[in-house]
């Protein structure tokens, strides 16, 4: 089975820009899940979406937007670009079945904002 | 609050020492935690979860809800164990809820 891919692996905005992530999950998984990690902050969660809807939102401002296709493909946007946001982003996908609560983690994305 | 509290940065050890990686949680629920590991140039992967009361390539957790801990513990620890670890917590809806991580080394 194929893991969970992430487009592109690293990206260099300027500030004011806004940027486009992509996240692939594994074949047959509906839920995927955005992480931001930073040094300061760690890993922070964003949001969770399950067939094409939002279940669960971290606390970041709404500059931060996801959304989800119905092969499951999931992209993530920030708007109007911060130094801050400089990051690693990462996805996550999970299975369906009762005990399949695992997250399997993509290798990320590496946004630099300058 | 969902918290997860990862108490050390960094701990080093040498081979063949025992490990305890701590990991302390507040959550108002019945929780269910999880410790996940980065190996070097390696994506974050889950190591065990404590539903499952399952040993890892040697590790161990067990849930103490009294002190509201889920420690890892290794008896004797190996030079490839050496990487990032995270406690997480989870908050509902695939919303995981992580520590800021321990580095442990291990030198040979």
């Known amino acids: 089975k194929a893991g969970v891919t992430q487009t592109p692996r690293y990206l260099i905005k300027t500030r004011g820009q806004q940027v486009t992530l992509s996240c692939s999950p594994i074949?047959?998984?509906?839920?995927v899940s955005w992480y931001q990690q930073t040094p300061g902050q760690g890993l922070q969660f964003l949001f969770e979406?399950?067939?094409?809807?939002?279940?669960n939102k971290g606390n970041f401002p709404g500059r931060f937007s996801g959304r989800q296709f119905s092969n499951s493909r999931s992209e993530m946007n920030v708007s109007t670009l911060e130094l801050g946001d400089s990051a690693l982003y990462l996805c996550?996908?999970?299975?369906?079945?009762?005990?399949?609560?695992?997250?399997?983690f993509g290798p990320g994305t590496r946004l630099t904002v300058t | 609050a969902q918290r997860v509290t990862q108490p050390e940065k960094l701990l080093s050890v040498f081979k063949g020492a025992p490990v305890e990686l701590k990991c302390n949680y507040s959550?108002?629920?019945?929780?269910?935690l999880f410790w996940y590991v980065q190996y070097s140039r390696q994506r974050l992967q889950l190591l065990l979860r404590?539903?499952s009361r399952e040993s890892i390539k040697g590790f161990t957790a067990d849930l103490n809800k009294g002190e509201t801990s889920f420690h890892l513990k290794k008896p004797f620890a190996q030079e490839e164990d050496s990487a990032m670890y995270y406690c997480?917590?989870?908050?509902?809806?695939?919303?995981?809820?992580f520590g800021t991580g321990t580095r442990l080394l291990v030198s040979p």
């Open positions: 404590h539903i």
């Open positions: 996550a996908s999970r299975g369906q079945g009762k005990r399949d609560d695992e997250q399997y």
């Open positions: 979406y399950f067939s094409e809807t939002q279940r």
């Open positions: 074949s047959g998984h509906r839920s």
């Open positions: 997480a917590l989870s908050g509902g809806f695939q919303k995981l809820v």
């Open positions: 959550y108002s629920g019945s929780p269910e």
